[in-house]
């Protein structure tokens, strides 16, 4: 049986009650019409933040950080609710896990919230049992539909390497689209990144990770799309099918994310100066947003915190380290003085 942890009340509220308490009824928050407007979830600011993936440190093993705290939190305001529960993937599918009430100043809110402590890297699906009747999450954007049609709830954790919104040929084809933005293109920085994955223990994180893709920025992407970002999750499945036609336009005898490198540089010119030969501009209309929010996505990915899904075992920050150094040759980027084990060096800090 999982266990469940249970945080003090100003926890759950000074998470949720920023996004849940409001009052407009403004179908604001659809997500690119991820939710229709009578949706419930199109009237929460940020809906995508729930169920709350924090931090958990572990004082039994204090140089470790291998488990997510998931709060899972319900908004039984106005309604008649006698008891919630939580099933999912992350414990057995026959465990119901209650959800307690949320108490300010001694008083019930309408909050429900449990917490459960999830391992890292990984994807799982959920159900409310309101009243012993199973019931989508009525906050959060995530949804999986199984093989058999059916519709859960879903959430990852930090570091989650699993596809969850882009196609395979999708994954392909922004592999060289993001590769040729970064600077590990130049041959500094391909062979930066060989000996840095070299000094690596590949038998123990090659089934964790795609080297094939720079630093995980392609992974960055599918995580940031599934949720804080899903309203451009259409502006992906759009912009990236019309540049599949356009490379087969132009050399048809190989697969778009195989074409030649000089392919892609007119391919870069053209869409950062939005005239594009065959692009289709009735299904996008500007082909240079699509460009900039790539490149945005892309640098994001490879330097933000690998908990993120990119900036994969901190690639990107090596590199920087390595290459911004003083005239004594010490780093200027000493990024490992500022985080924990297994990361970094610091002994204070516990994210």
């Known amino acids: 049986m999982l266990p469940a942890l249970q945080f003090s009340d100003d926890y759950y509220l000074n998470y949720c009650a920023k996004y849940l308490a409001r009052r407009n009824t403004e179908a604001r928050h659809t997500y690119g019409c991820a939710c ?3 949706d419930r979830r199109a009237r ?23 488990t997510n705290a998931v709060s899972f939190i319900y908004d039984a305001r106005g309604c008649s609710v006698s008891t919630v529960a939580v099933t999912g993937t992350f414990a057995s599918l026959h465990q119901r896990i209650p959800l307690q009430p949320v108490r300010f100043l001694g008083r019930e ?18 159900q409310f049992l309101v009243d012993d009747t199973p019931t989508l ?18 959430f990852f954790t930090d570091g989650c390497a699993v596809p969850l919104m882009l196609e395979r040929w999708e994954f392909q084809l922004l592999g060289p689209l993001t590769a040729h933005i970064l600077p590990f293109r130049t041959q500094t920085g391909e062979l930066f990144l060989k000996q840095y994955y070299d000094r690596l223990d590949r038998h123990a994180i090659g089934s964790q990770y795609r080297f094939d893709q720079a630093v995980g920025v392609v992974n960055f992407i599918d995580k940031v799309i599934a949720r804080e970002e899903r309203h451009h999750y259409g502006d992906y499945r759009v912009a990236l099918s019309l540049i599949r036609d356009v490379l087969r336009q132009r050399h048809p005898g190989c697969e778009p994310a195989d074409a030649p490198r000089e392919a892609f540089v007119e391919l870069y010119e053209q869409l950062g100066s ?10 996008y209309h500007e082909p240079r947003y699509f460009l ?18 990119g900036n994969v ?8 380290a390595d290459r911004y150094r003083d005239a004594d040759g010490n780093t200027l980027f000493d990024w490992e003085r500022a985080l924990e084990s297994p990361l970094g060096t610091s002994p204070d800090y516990r994210g």
């Open 36 to 38: 229709e407007t009578s």
């Open 44 to 66: 929460i600011s940020e809906c995508w933040r729930f169920p709350i993936v924090d931090t958990h440190h572990d004082l039994a093993e204090p140089t470790r950080s291998t």
């Open 109 to 126: 809110t309408g909050y429900l919230a449990t917490t459960v402590l999830v391992p890292k890297k990984q994807v799982h699906i959920y």
């Open 137 to 154: 999450d009525p906050i959060n954007i995530q949804r999986a539909t199984l093989d058999n049609g059916r519709i859960w709830s879903r």
């Open 274 to 283: 939005g005239d594009v030969p065959g692009w289709d501009y009735s299904r």
């Open 292 to 309: 900039q929010l790539l490149r945005r996505h892309t640098y994001t990915g490879a330097f933000s915190h690998p908990r993120n899904g």
């Open 313 to 320: 075992l901190a690639a990107g920050w090596a590199f920087l």
